[in-house]
Nanobody, 116 residues
C-alpha cells in the first residue's frame, strides 16, 4: 500500500524555521521525482519545490528561492523541506507528492502556520 506521510508542521513566528518531512512507503522511492506543494485557504494549490529521483536536480517556485531547501534521503525513503525566514504568507497546508510516468501519489498534508 502506497503511503506518503508528512510531518513537522506547526505554528512558528515570522522569521522562524521549520523542517518538514515526508516518509514514503509502498513504492520504489528512489525512482520517483518528489515534490512539495502547498495550499493556502481560498487559494489554489501551488508547487513549492521538486527534486529528481537521484537528488541531483532541484527546482523551486520563485517566491521560495533562497528560503526553502528540498532534499531527500533515498536510504530512508524520506523527502524534506527546510523552510527558513518564514512569512505569514507561507501559511498553508503543505503536501508531498511522488511522480513517475503515469503514477502520482499524494500525502494528506501538514499544516504550517506563520503568525506572531
Amino acid at each position: 500500500q502506497v503511503q506518503l506521510v508528512e510531518s513537522g508542521g506547526g505554528l512558528v513566528q515570522p522569521g522562524g524555521s521549520l523542517r518538514l518531512s515526508c516518509a514514503a512507503s509502498g513504492f520504489t522511492f528512489s525512482s520517483y521525482t518528489m515534490r512539495w506543494h502547498r495550499q493556502a485557504p481560498g487559494k489554489e494549490r501551488e508547487l513549492v519545490a521538486a527534486i529528481s529521483s537521484g537528488g541531483v536536480s532541484t527546482t523551486y517556485a520563485d517566491s521560495m528561492k533562497g528560503r526553502f531547501t528540498i532534499s531527500r534521503d533515498n536510504a530512508k525513503n524520506t523527502v524534506y523541506l527546510q523552510m527558513n525566514s518564514l512569512k505569514p504568507e507561507d501559511t498553508a497546508v503543505y503536501f508531498c507528492s511522488a511522480a513517475r510516468a503515469m503514477y502520482d501519489y499524494w500525502g494528506q498534508g501538514t499544516q504550517v502556520t506563520v503568525s506572531s
